[in-house]
């Protein structure tokens, strides 16, 4: 991909996402996690361990080329964003668990992806394994990538809230744009081997996105946990940062084939995860109506 699309562009990029998270957290949100301790555990959970280990079994079974196999896994370390609260708030989860579970993975973000990542290329040992792995210095980038426009965002909320609500839906309207653009720049890098590449990844793509979303409702609420909240767990653990993943992949690692899975499932996310969110959502009316029923 283009240098200055690397170098310039993506950041930018995805500044404007991570800034557009940080707008929308305060420190509350991070102590609101302790309040909801059942959720909160299973989730992250989940999200940390669970999740990279089913990548890993899923890559393995698919015999995925090296730098697709440590692109999944990337994708896989990579937290859950904005995006995962729209759908919770659109779905009925509890937005409020939505957002805590971001900070608190957002901050767990900066240590799981380089040691993701890391393990992942020592597993797959792709070409050029040396440059691919996260070092000291690239795990500075990654932090400053994840944190810093987070941490703008939410002292301008502190010192402007009414500024940072006025914000909220035209960046969320720019993030979603940015994540188009993202996905359509690495395509087009890539558009001599999109195909081969869709037919090695996507099946992989679309089953990980699909076992992260019932995954995340179904192991919480056995576990226990109440809808709302068992909703909101699944769309943070299934809906992940792609746009992170890509810029991660393609600014700091410096590979536009690190960055297809990310970018295929990008794709994927939305009709899969709208079409278990409504699942999700009817058999739950379905339910309380056999309950009430005489």
């Known amino acids: ?12 990029a995805l500044a404007v996402v ?15 996690v302790t309040r909801r301790p059942r959720a909160a555990v299973v989730a992250l959970v989940l999200q940390v361990v669970v999740l990279p280990v089913i990548c890993l079994g899923l890559v393995l079974a698919a015999g995925l080329d090296p730098l697709l196999a440590v692109g999944m896994m990337l994708l896989a370390a990579s937290p859950g964003g904005t995006t995962a609260n729209l759908f919770s708030h659109l779905f009925r989860g509890d937005v409020a668990l939505n ?7 957002s901050l767990l973000a900066v240590v799981t992806l380089p040691l993701v990542t890391n393990l992942a290329v020592a597993v797959f040992d792709p070409p050029g394994a040396g440059a691919i792995g996260l ?6 980038q990654v932090f400053a990538i994840v944190l810093v426009p987070v941490a703008v965002g939410m002292l301008v909320r502190r010192a402007r809230p009414a500024f940072a ?15 188009a653009l993202v996905i359509a720049g690495t395509i087009v890098a890539e558009r001599e081997n999109v195909v081969g590449y869709l037919q090695q990844v ?19 609420r056995l576990l226990g946990v109440g809808h709302r909240q068992a909703v909101a767990c699944a769309f943070e653990i299934g809906v992940h940062n792609s746009t992170l993943a890509i810029a991660i992949a393609i600014t700091v690692l410096g590979s536009v084939q690190l960055a297809v899975p990310a970018a295929v499932y990008g ?28």
């Not at 991570?18 to 609101?32: A, E, I, N």
């Not at 957002?99 to 993975?105: C, E």
């Not at 996507?202 to 919480?220: A, E, I, N, R």
């Open 165 to 179: 609500d006025r914000m909220d839906r035209p960046v969320r309207i720019a993030s979603a744009v940015v994540l």
């Open 135 to 140: 070092q000291f210095g690239k795990t500075v």
């Open 202 to 220: 996507g099946v992989v793509v679309l089953v990980f996105c699909l076992t992260s979303l019932l995954l995340g409702f179904g192991v919480p």
């Open 99 to 105: 957002v805590s579970l971001t900070a608190v993975n």
């Open 18 to 32: 991570m800034l557009g998270l940080g707008l929308s957290l305060t420190v509350d949100d991070f102590v609101r």
């Open 1 to 12: 991909m283009d240098s200055a699309l690397a170098t310039v562009a993506l950041p930018l």
């Open 267 to 294: 794709v994927v996310m939305f009709p899969v995860a709208a079409l278990v969110g409504y699942a999700v959502t009817r058999s739950s009316r379905s339910r309380s109506g056999a309950s009430v029923a005489p």
